[in-house]
């Protein structure tokens, strides 16, 4: 009896293959500029920072405002809301065909959407977007 198709570990073997390439890449330039940076020179304007031409002045790490994170967050929660629309529309049409689901699903998605704009009015309400304040 003869197969016709390879077995699933075969199946494998090219994945195995970009593996090994992939981590012998990063290994192999790691031990290549570890290898070639002790031969370079090291002078004093080679070790500064460099910041667009201009010589570094001030702490590297100034600190932000605790409302500049705030927003960055909600612009992260309404942006991954957004992402979850995506399915339901694709999905859409087919469960309106069938009968089971034909309500639910976008008395689902006015919920969620309800959810969002009350969390949206709040964040407005509370001028969590006014970071300048």
Not at 21 to 37: D, K
Not at 102 to 118: C, D, E, H, V
Request: with cysteine.
């Amino acid at each position: 009896m003869e197969q016709s198709q390879p077995s699933q570990l075969a199946q494998y073997i090219p994945v195995l293959f970009l593996l090994v390439a992939a981590v012998g890449f990063a290994g192999g330039t790691l031990v290549i500029s570890v290898l070639l940076g002790k031969y370079g020179k090291r002078i004093r304007a080679k070790d500064t920072a460099y910041e667009c031409g201009k010589d570094p002045i001030g702490e590297g790490s100034s600190r932000f405002s605790v409302k500049f994170y705030l927003v960055a967050m909600l612009f992260i929660l309404f942006d991954i809301e957004v992402v979850f629309m995506y399915p339901w529309a694709v999905v859409y049409k087919d469960m309106l065909a069938d009968h089971a689901t034909r309500n639910m699903i976008l008395g689902s998605m006015i919920s969620f959407l309800g959810i969002l704009f009350a969390g949206y009015l709040y964040a407005l309400k509370t001028k969590a977007f006014d970071w300048k304040s």
